[in-house]
């Protein structure tokens, strides 16, 4: 018997099985889980360099989540998505909370799911990298699709996220905006009433996915 378990162990290393964590075994992990949430065409793979920066500081692949959703459907469905994402991280790592990091839309995403469905019960702390947290005038270039119609500033979207607290919660929230963004106009939209928000001097708005001077100050941000 005590061969067969070794066995089972041996393949188990092998291929990986160590991400799909069952609830009560998380006390191997250090680390809050992390989810990462993408913005408007983008992917889960849009965290690869993200999660190789995460890992070279000490975390684990298995505390390391990337959400993919639909960009062109609406934020809220987006948000609920994130929500049943969330719950299903929590029960996958025993962990009673998550940590969010997102780019882009993402920030509407994560926004909604935060002030409008309860996730600050859920997420310790939020880092939002170019998030388009009021908006871009940029989105008038997609406005086919419902996502973009939310991410112009002054929808009823970006109204109903920003005209309350948007930190709600004891959730910890952080920004990092840049004026060298160029698609969130004006880039002083990321920043949130109550973040702590840092102001990057010259970043373009994809190269925050693969700055690693940034992804290093959001990893410390998250493990601290």
């Known amino acids: 018997m005590r061969r067969i378990w070794a066995i089972l162990l041996t393949v188990a290393a092998a291929v990986g099985l160590g991400t799909f964590v069952a609830p009560g075994t998380a006390n191997a992990a250090t680390h809050t889980p992390v989810v990462f949430v993408h913005g408007y065409t ?11 920066v995460f890992v070279a500081g000490g975390y684990s692949r298995s505390e390391l989540f990337a959400y993919e959703y ?25 962990a009673t909370k998550v ?46 699709y419902a996502s973009c119609v939310e991410m112009l500033p002054g929808s009823s979207f970006v109204r109903t996220i920003s005209s309350g607290d948007e ?7 952080a920004t990092w905006y840049s004026p060298c963004d160029g698609v ?19 970043t373009t708005h994809i190269g925050f996915l693969s700055d690693t001077g940034s992804l290093g100050q959001i990893r410390s941000y998250l493990a601290g």
């Open 167 to 173: 930190t709600p919660g004891s959730t910890v929230y």
């Open 184 to 202: 969130i106009i004006p880039y002083t939209s990321t920043p949130l009433s109550g973040a702590n928000n840092h102001l990057v001097a010259c």
């Open 99 to 144: 940590d969010i990091v997102n780019h882009s839309m993402g920030g509407l995403v994560t926004q909604w799911y935060l002030t409008q469905l309860g996730g600050s019960s859920s997420v310790r702390r939020v880092a939002s990298v170019a998030g388009a947290n009021h908006g871009t005038t940029f989105a008038s270039a997609c406005v086919i």
């Open 42 to 52: 983008g992917s889960a793979s849009n965290w690869d360099y993200a999660e190789t």
């Open 70 to 94: 639909n960009w062109a459907q609406s934020n809220k469905t987006s948000a609920a998505g994130l929500a049943s994402y969330v719950r299903q991280v929590l029960a996958r790592t025993g």
